[in-house]
């Protein structure tokens, strides 16, 4: 299985801050990587889709890069809407893995 | 709009067996491949397996396989996941996924006795 390590746990940023957010696979995922939002008590919603392909309707503030193994999910302007937890998933190989998440909160 | 509904979940015994259902609105069902997800009490997603869009392949995580199973009925627009013989580590809330941009809202299942 292609294990996710997905850093930092828990960020703590203010209104307007650069974010960035990553995961890392065990071996290389070819840019198969999507990333996910998941507010309490929600469903996880699709931010960004192999790497780097904002879902329709999410903000350009979300943007995402990588390659090999090393993946990256940036909010370029934090929102105080932005406060949730954020998921990596790899679709390379299965079975899928998720990253473990990200709880994102405001300073 | 998409939507995708999960049933059947509930507070189970050890041991027993229980199906799950996801009725799909919104979007051609029979065109995306649908999964599974699972997502513990402590937060931890996992997936479970997937469903190919004609029903005709499916795959599962290893260690899940021997007891669960993903059926479609794309006439209906439903995903089922039968699980078998559970244990209190399938406690979790579970959500159907088509093609992972769309999601239901998930159902929970507790299995104690």
């Known amino acids: 299985d292609i294990q996710m390590t997905q850093s930092p746990s828990f960020l703590s940023a203010s209104v307007g801050d650069r974010v960035t957010i990553n995961c890392k696979a065990s071996q290389n995922i070819n840019k198969y990587l999507d990333w996910y939002q998941q507010k309490h008590g929600e469903a996880p919603k699709l931010l960004i889709y192999?790497?780097?392909n904002l879902q329709t309707g999410i903000p350009s503030r979300f943007s995402g890069s990588g390659s090999g193994t090393d993946y990256t999910l940036t909010i370029s302007s934090l929102q105080p809407e932005d406060v949730a937890t954020y998921f990596c998933?790899?679709?390379?190989?299965?079975?899928?893995?998720f990253g473990a998440g990200t709880k994102l909160e405001l300073k | 709009e998409v939507q995708l509904v999960e049933s059947g979940g509930g507070l189970v015994q050890p041991g027993a067996s229980l199906k799950l259902s996801c009725v799909a609105s919104?979007?051609?069902?029979?065109?995306?491949?649908m999964s599974w997800v699972r997502q513990t009490p402590g937060k931890t997603m996992e997936w479970i397996g997937d469903?190919?869009?004609?029903?005709?392949?499916?795959n599962y995580a290893p260690s899940l396989k021997n007891r669960f199973t993903i059926s479609r009925d794309n006439a209906k627009s439903t995903l089922y996941l039968q699980m078998s013989n559970v244990r209190s580590e399938d406690t979790a809330t579970y959500y159907c996924?088509?093609?992972?941009?769309?999601w239901g809202q998930g159902t929970l299942v507790t299995v104690s006795s």
């Open positions: 192999n790497t780097n």
């Open positions: 919104g979007f051609t069902f029979s065109d995306y491949w």
């Open positions: 998933l790899q679709h390379s190989s299965r079975p899928y893995t």
């Open positions: 996924t088509g093609g992972f941009a769309y």
């Open positions: 469903i190919k869009y004609d029903g005709s392949y499916t």
